[in-house]
């Protein structure tokens, strides 16, 4: 029986705006989603038109609200920033996160800056789809940016159409480039050098009560008016705290469009190893008074991998291509796949990487193909686990804690556990972003007193993978694919710039 009062997560992610329903007990009631509604241009640019993420977040929001609800708090994608004017419109086009238009900005922030400095700032290695080198693309591009007077992250303006509140909490500042992350505030020296110091929005903690849901977003969205609106968070924080993964020694894999491998720590690493390796570092905190510091790394196409696999062979259903790659011996019949679809970051950076099989034959089914894919990002994840525990004051995971829609694929769930060769804790909400989110807007709301008391609803897990009989080729297996990114840096260059769409970010 469902225990109100009832909690609302939003979670505006690159695949789909999602709306989750829980109850007092964080069990899942209802969810709802549409897709998101990116824009590509004639010149390859890809695009959110804010007007239209906020009408399609009421829509879903209508399919799940009840009378209730008594608070609600939005996740989201970082970097894509929409820009508000006084009037709180918006006065331009949101710039995907992905979308990488940015990347002579970035390098001219590196070359005023440098890059260890900005590195040992904001613990961001340089990267063009943060928001600094968007922002300063917008400057020079877009016609309404004078008009300007703040820049949200997505989650900030869904939060904002809410209750008319500015805020943006200390996950979605941790991919600005313009958070200090030992002073926990923005960087105004940097920002004030780049001539953007009245932009940002004031920072508070996740979870924090921004406002109330004002009569106005009541009647767009049928969410009770008065329910609290809560601080958000980056997707994959809100992922975590769901998961219960924000505490030492437990190591997070994210499986989304994107993955993010991400383990707390007690410090930022100020190692250079780390900048080399291109892991970004972050703060996470959450009302009243929880402050974590993590380091992450990510693949930025896994979901998105087999995506693009599915459509590129007929688009045929998870199911069958679950079930041909099943019949495929582990080592996909010595098919390698590497998994660069949109450029490599951990641990070795590099913009111009290409996606690449190797050991291709006629006899090559698509059944080989798809399980190459999945073995190709189980190798890619193993490197940036290896790589982050050899970084100083980073200590081996003692437990790893897989959540997203990826954990869906059984398949793919035993690849990684035989690959990465360690028992891996699977968490049973694959929607745990906006179960996350949902958790925030139980805080604002008054339900739980802390995200302690919240994810103790939701943090065990529900089953596990551990490594089988495969593991020892998969270990063998390993030192081939290890190598492979350095030796195919010279392919990659001859292809040219790489072309980046919403289905392979």
Not at 10 to 33: F, H, K, Q, V, Y
Not at 43 to 50: A, E, K, N, R, T
Not at 417 to 424: H, T
Not at 464 to 475: E, I, K, N
Request: proline content about 7%; some cysteine.
């Amino acid at each position: 029986m469902p225990v109100g009062p009832f909690l609302v997560g939003i979670d505006a992610g690159t695949s789909g705006i999602r709306a989750t329903l829980i109850d007092a007990e964080a069990r899942l009631l209802a969810t709802a989603e549409r897709p998101t509604p990116w824009t590509k241009d004639a010149s390859g640019f890809v695009s959110l038109d804010p007007r239209r993420l906020w009408d399609d977040t009421c829509a879903v929001l209508r399919e799940v609200a009840r009378p209730e609800i008594a608070g609600v708090a939005a996740a989201s994608v970082g970097e894509s920033t929409v820009l508000i004017d006084s009037a709180g419109d918006p006065v331009a086009p949101a710039i995907a996160w992905f979308d990488e238009r940015t990347a002579a900005e970035m390098d001219g922030l590196v070359a005023r800056h440098g890059a260890p400095a900005l590195y040992a700032a904001s613990g961001l290695p340089p990267d063009p789809t943060y928001q600094l080198p968007k922002l300063l693309w917008m400057r020079a591009h877009e016609p309404g940016f004078p008009r300007a007077v703040r820049a949200l992250n997505i989650a900030d303006w869904i939060a904002f159409r809410f209750c008319g509140e500015a805020a943006t909490d200390f996950s979605l500042a941790s991919r600005t480039l313009a958070l200090d992350l030992a002073r926990s505030e923005w960087n105004e020296a940097l920002l004030k050098a780049e001539g953007l110091a009245h932009l940002p929005a004031p920072l508070a903690p996740s979870g924090t009560r921004l406002g109330a849901v004002s009569p106005s977003a009541a009647a767009e969205t049928a969410m009770p008016a008065g329910s609290a609106v809560g601080v958000g968070a980056h997707d994959h924080i809100a992922g975590a705290l769901a998961a219960g993964t924000v505490a030492p020694g437990i190591l997070l894999d994210s499986l989304g469009t994107a993955e993010v491998l991400m383990q707390t720590l007690a410090a930022p690493v100020a190692d250079s190893a780390a900048l080399a390796a291109a892991f970004a570092q972050g703060a996470i905190r959450v009302a009243p008074n929880d402050a974590f510091h993590y380091i992450l790394g990510a693949i930025p196409v896994s979901g998105g991998a087999i995506e693009w696999l599915r459509a590129a062979t007929g688009g045929a259903t998870h199911e069958a291509l679950i079930e041909e790659g099943r019949e495929v011996a582990a080592g996909a019949d010595g098919v390698v796949f590497v998994p660069h679809l949109r450029s490599a970051l951990t641990p070795e950076p590099d913009s111009a990487a290409r996606g690449v099989f190797l050991g291709l034959t006629l006899e090559a089914s698509r059944g080989v193909l798809y399980r190459a894919v999945l073995e190709g990002l189980a190798h890619q994840s193993r490197l940036i686990i290896d790589a982050m525990e050899r970084l100083p004051g980073v200590t081996a995971a003692n437990e790893i804690r897989l959540t997203g829609g990826g954990v869906r694929n059984p398949l793919f769930l035993a690849i990684k556990a035989d690959v990465i060769g360690r028992p891996l804790a699977i968490m049973g909400e694959a929607r745990s972003t906006a179960l996350g989110a949902a958790l925030l807007a139980g805080i604002a709301a008054g339900i739980w007193p802390d995200i302690a008391a919240a994810s103790s609803h939701t943090s065990a897990p529900t089953f596990h993978h551990t490594p089988g009989a495969d593991a020892a080729v998969y270990a063998a297996r390993h030192s081939v694919f290890a190598p492979l990114h350095r030796a195919l840096a010279p392919v990659y260059r001859l292809a040219g710039p790489a072309v980046t769409t919403p289905n392979s970010a």
